[in-house]
């Protein structure tokens, strides 16, 4: 991960309230987990100059990372437009991965052409734990289709999701993380040095926070 692309994406998030912060109000996740922050990276998509810049890192680091790469696959339904934008950079194939197959038609599982044992990289918005993000990598994987990996814009850096992707033998990129988001927002001065104990409590033990 490149430091300066870690905390200019975490300041773009933090602008523009794609993530926000609040300890005292925290948000419930389905999980059923107490969170102090909520991140919704498809905000991004409303602001040109911060897509562009998005889609252009994830683009290079892709590039870097996996140069055998022939498509991009995007996880439904975060991962979709992001997906379609680094695509058109890197002027590859596009194809997209349902949560759960069509409901009628040809009840897809993956939209697009699948094209077996092509080298595809996942592209996520969000990485919590890892689960959706690996489910997708494995409905590729059944369908013939050699998963490369994941790109993703923001991490928590839990340790289950990197235990979940060395498991899953998936290699992951990320833009950015929870530790550089946590450095701009106190350079930014939207958390207190109170508040920001209690962050870091967070992400050691979230369930029991």
Not at 9 to 14: G, Q, R
Not at 185 to 192: E, G, K, Q, T
Request: glycine fraction near 6%; charge should be positive.
């Amino acid at each position: 991960m490149n430091s300066s692309v870690a905390h200019k994406v975490a300041a773009y998030l933090l602008q523009i309230e794609a993530i926000k912060l609040s300890v005292k109000k925290p948000f419930s996740w389905a999980s059923g987990w107490k969170s102090p922050i909520y991140c919704d990276n498809r905000l991004s998509l409303s602001y040109p100059e911060i897509r562009s810049y998005i889609k252009d890192q994830l683009a290079e680091s892709i590039k870097n990372t996996f140069k055998e790469v022939e498509a991009i696959a995007g996880v439904a339904t975060a991962g979709i437009p992001q997906g379609a934008l680094v695509a058109e950079a890197l002027e590859l194939p596009f194809i997209y991965v349902r949560s759960k197959p069509k409901g009628h038609g040809m009840t897809n599982m993956i939209e697009g052409k699948v094209v077996k044992n092509q080298k595809v990289v996942l592209i996520e918005d969000l990485i919590s734990t890892g689960g959706s993000s690996l489910k997708a990598a494995k409905d590729l994987k059944e369908a013939g289709i050699n998963v490369l990996g994941m790109a993703a814009i923001f991490t928590y850096g839990f340790d289950i999701a990197k235990t979940n992707f060395e498991e899953a033998k998936i290699k992951l990129v990320t833009l950015s993380n929870y530790a550089a988001m946590l450095e701009e927002a106190v350079a930014l001065n939207y958390v207190s040095e109170k508040e920001l104990i209690s962050l870091k409590a967070w992400r050691i033990d979230p369930a029991k926070w």
